[in-house]
């Protein structure tokens, strides 16, 4: 049964006379408190944010002559106490609250500034778990929810960012803030606590190895709003969740236009692919049209792993994201240039590259500071009617999997290494999944069809619009290797891919029919590895 309400209705205007000030992030604090004072407010404050403020030459109260006690416990418990809650949660209307706060000699408090702990940064930062725990605030979400509740009466702020705005107002409505401005801070400081206490369930979770807690929560902060999503009907945001995994959330932008939700979402998936090269063996290009990659190769150099990935589909370039796993220099970016593209990604750029790039006003140049690693562990969410997937990142590798010949012959070495190669980019792109590769490049990509042998066929007829656009008399699936994210089926698939002039195959395995397709192998001198592990992604 809920908790009834007496429905007494909120005031308009609030005039602000006392202020609380306690917080961890002191930007910006002291000209705040000096502009309170200064339009007569009484402070009131805490342990380091009282000495501040004192030190700046403004009269503070300490919150322990409210409470009449003093901190303790190292700070632990200092606003945890009636006079302080009891001050932020009466209800100023009620005669029973009013009462209360008379006979109890309860201050009423019409400001809250306060931030918290910093858990989300302790974190990151690989401190230990005492440490971790010492930074999960206790007093300041309890302070900060206590006035959210109150906001009939009480102003909540969470973030320095908004103290400008409060100020104003409180110009505008000579002293007081108003109801629907009090509403607004509100619905931000339970988004924070709710934020701050995602990141707190989160760590315990991945502490105690918990991989589906009862209770699942995910918090981020807005980066920025877009001027529409997918398309332009919808409304857009990005949110950052604080993890500090390479990639296009943590990236500088070094110049171009605002990012829009598509380029998100396709640099994201560009970055993570080419994530996969180790760029300490070679050089490595990935180039990515609506998160499928049309073209991904290694080379010895960036500019030659482009001209390869951009030869396997020309065509679908046009207006891509390229994605690289070494320093973007100048003979990269002057190549990378001549074809209309919407963002390039790279750990870093050189002066000379940057300065090519910026030839081009409109296209985005993001620099991430380093590569994501493939094999860390992460969590994935995704929205569905009514509910959310969550999934662990696919972390595979395919350098750490027992691969398994399963034909008569076994690949040479050369094949072997284009297997591993096409296995990779398969990995990255939409189920039904094929990839030919030949020679460290891909040569032709089938994504997203519903029946793995059409994806074999687009990736067939890709390759031979390719060859056409180079001038070349056959394609170049002929003598290349063939990867498929899941098992064959069937034979057909298979047989298709050998139709394109495919010399070897690397697929996960486990049909029922594992047995007539390696025989259909067998049969054309195929070459098949069997890798136990695959790779869908919706």
Known sequence: MAVPAKNIPAPDLVPVRRALLSVFDKTGLIDFARALAAAGVELVSTGGTAKEIAKAGMAVRDVSELTGFPEIMDGRVKTLHPSVHGALLGVR??????????????????????????????????????SIVENIDIGGPAMIRASAKNHAYVAIVTDPADYASVLNALEMNLGSLSLDFRKKLAAKAFARTATYDAAISGWFAEVLEIEHPTWRAFGGRLDQVMRYGENPHQSAGFYLSGDKRPGVATARQLQGKQLSYNNINDTDAAFELVGEFDPARSAAIAIIKHANPCGVAEGATLKAAYARALACD?????????????????EAAEEIVKTFTEVIIAPDATDEAAAIVAAKKNLRLLVAGGLPDPRAAGTLAKSVAGGLLVQSRDNAVVDDLE???????????????????????????????????????????????MSRVDSSRIAARKALD????????EPLTKGSVVASDAFFPFADGLLSAIEAGTTAVIQPGGSMRDDDVIAAADEHGIAMVFTGVRHFRH
């Open 93 to 130: 209307d009620d005669p029973e609250h009013v009462k209360a706060m008379h006979d109890h000699h309860i201050l009423p408090i019409d400001l809250v500034v306060s931030n918290l702990y910093p858990f989300e940064e302790v974190r990151r930062s690989g401190a230990g778990y005492a």
């Open 314 to 330: 020309p065509v679908s370039a046009f207006g891509g994201i390229v994605a690289m796993n070494r320093i973007l220099d100048a």
């Open 403 to 449: 691969l398994k010949v399963v034909t008569k012959r076994a690949p040479t070495p050369a094949e072997m290494a284009d297997l591993k190669f096409a296995f990779r980019v398969a990995k990255h792109v939409k189920s039904n999944a094929i990839v030919y590769a030949k020679d460290g490049a891909t040569v032709g990509i089938g994504a997203g069809q």
């Open 466 to 473: 390719a060859a056409e656009a180079a001038g070349l008399t």
